[in-house]
């Protein structure tokens, strides 16, 4: 069956430190990965995309990597402030691009 | 320069019921999604829209739920015959045009929050 699994538990990070989040899908494809920010009450709201044939992208302390041989994408905040506190989901978009999206990981910086 | 918005934000109806949700793109986005998201899950893929037509609505989960989006801007979600089992929240979401090709990215509303009770 098709799963798209990020961290099941929430991250607590230290301010200052890097947090990493994790991807990893099986039966899927993807043309594309995509990671969203979602606060709580709040619609998500886009970060990064990257493709499958790129294997990094960075946006600011934003770094995401990606690779289809692992089926794995990792998500990294490096410098973390208490205000990157909120859910993060990952989403694979599919060829035919319907986007499907994973449970999110809850993180948490404590300052 | 407003966002994609989505009424009533808020919802309470009684099973049995028929509701309707509405979804404001933002001007000029010929794509339009809908999902639904229940507490501690991601959004759950329902429907998606280039211009006037469903272009896939694979994700509905029965007949009771139908979408229409007649002038290609504004899009309502209807659910016939409200079930528990359909409490969620509901988000819409557009782009300049289906697929990450060109924009890269999906502006999703704030959401309308369905309760059945």
């Known amino acids: 069956s098709q799963k798209i699994e990020q961290n099941s538990e929430a991250l607590n990070i230290q301010e200052g430190k890097t947090a990493t989040l994790t991807c990893n899908y099986t039966n899927y494809s993807p043309a594309y990965l995509q990671w969203y920010r979602q606060d709580p009450g709040r619609g998500p709201v886009f970060l990064l995309l990257i493709r499958e044939n790129e294997k990094e992208k960075r946006k600011e302390r934003l770094k995401v990597t990606f690779d289809t041989t692992l089926k794995q994408s990792l998500f990294h905040i490096t410098a973390s402030q208490p205000a990157d506190s909120a859910t993060y989901l990952c989403?694979?978009?599919?060829?035919?691009?319907?986007?499907?999206f994973g449970k999110g990981t809850r993180l948490h910086i404590l300052p | 320069g407003a966002g994609v918005s989505q009424t009533p934000s808020n919802k309470v109806t009684e099973k049995g019921k028929y509701v309707e949700l509405r979804c404001d793109p933002i001007?000029?986005?010929?794509?339009l999604y809908w999902y639904r998201q229940s507490l501690g899950q991601g959004p759950e893929f329902l429907i998606y829209?280039?211009?006037?037509?469903?272009?896939?609505d694979s994700g509905l989960p029965n007949d009771r739920f139908f979408a229409v989006r007649p002038e290609g801007s504004v899009s309502t979600l209807k659910i016939q015959r409200t079930e528990r089992g359909d409490s969620a929240v509901y988000l819409c979401a557009s782009s300049p045009q289906a697929g990450s090709h060109v924009s890269g990215e999906q502006f999703f509303g704030p959401g309308t929050r369905l309760t059945v009770l």
């Open positions: 001007s000029g986005h010929t794509a």
């Open positions: 829209f280039q211009g006037t037509g469903a272009a896939d």
């Open positions: 989403a694979l978009e599919q060829r035919d691009d319907k986007i499907i």
